[in-house]
């Protein structure tokens, strides 16, 4: 029995080279577009969307980095380690690696979490996990927690997963790019 599965690395563009095609979304970014190819086990078909578009993971190191993959007119400039798609994936705007243990045990160090980023913080969903970078009495921050409201007028409050770590709140002003994660990817074996 032969099982085959959706291509999830960068390898990719290599196999679909001439049956790429290129073009311009309503920013005037240029978009890969790779055929969709659907092979189920079995030969059974399945009804199931995919992502229309794969996710772009970045490997970001630090914080200023981050920031500026936030932001959509510097975006343009980082390039995509891999293109990761699943099966009924939400639409994201890309994918980092987490580090720390301030989310443990729901996400790990080394975990991929996919997000879409935020650009009215009004719009902001209380109660939801966010990758947040902050900046504040010259100092910056970024973490992913959850965001929940503050007790004070202005602020917003961070909290962790792991109760070792403390909520800590920050004026609602200082927060400089914001993303939900709407996807967390976590890797159980190397091999």
């Not at 032969?2 to 390898?11: G, K, L, P, Q, V």
């Given at each position: 029995m032969?099982?085959?599965?959706?291509?999830?690395?960068?390898?990719m563009?290599?196999?679909?080279k001439?049956?790429?095609?290129?073009?311009e979304?309503?920013?005037?970014a240029t978009?890969?577009?790779?055929p969709?190819?659907r092979?189920?086990?079995?030969?059974?078909?399945?009804?199931?969307?995919?992502?229309?578009?794969p996710?772009p993971?970045?490997?970001?190191?630090?914080?200023?980095?981050?920031k500026?993959?936030?932001?959509?007119?510097?975006?343009?400039?980082?390039?995509?380690i891999?293109?990761i798609?699943?099966?009924?994936m939400?639409?994201?705007?890309?994918?980092?690696?987490?580090t720390?243990d301030?989310?443990y045990?729901?996400l790990?160090?080394?975990?991929?979490?996919?997000?879409?980023?935020?650009h009215d913080?009004?719009?902001i969903?209380?109660g939801?996990?966010?990758l947040?970078?902050?900046?504040?009495?010259?100092?910056?921050?970024?973490?992913?927690?959850?965001?929940?409201?503050?007790?004070?007028?202005?602020?917003?409050?961070?909290?962790?997963?792991?109760?070792?770590?403390?909520?800590?709140?920050?004026p609602?002003?200082?927060?400089?790019?914001?993303?939900?994660?709407?996807a967390?990817?976590?890797?159980?074996?190397?091999?």
């Open positions: 032969r099982t085959e599965h959706y291509d999830t690395s960068a390898h563009l290599r196999r679909y001439g049956r790429i095609t290129q073009r979304d309503t920013t005037g978009c890969t577009i790779l969709q190819r092979r189920w086990p079995y030969g059974q078909r399945r009804h199931m969307r995919c992502s229309p578009l996710v993971l970045y490997d970001i190191d630090a914080t200023a980095g981050v500026q993959l936030l932001c959509d007119t510097v975006r343009q400039r980082h390039i995509p891999e293109l798609s699943l099966p009924d939400p639409h994201c705007d890309g994918a980092l690696r987490i720390g301030s989310m045990p729901l790990k160090s080394g975990d991929l979490v996919l997000y879409k980023e935020i913080k009004s719009n969903i209380w939801e996990m966010y947040a970078a902050i900046r504040h009495r010259g100092d910056e921050y970024f973490f992913a927690k959850y965001i929940q409201r503050s007790d004070r007028e202005g602020y917003i409050r961070f909290v962790s997963e792991n109760r070792h770590h403390q909520p800590v709140e920050f609602t002003e200082s927060i400089v790019a914001i993303a939900l994660i709407k967390c990817i976590r890797f159980q074996s190397a091999f």
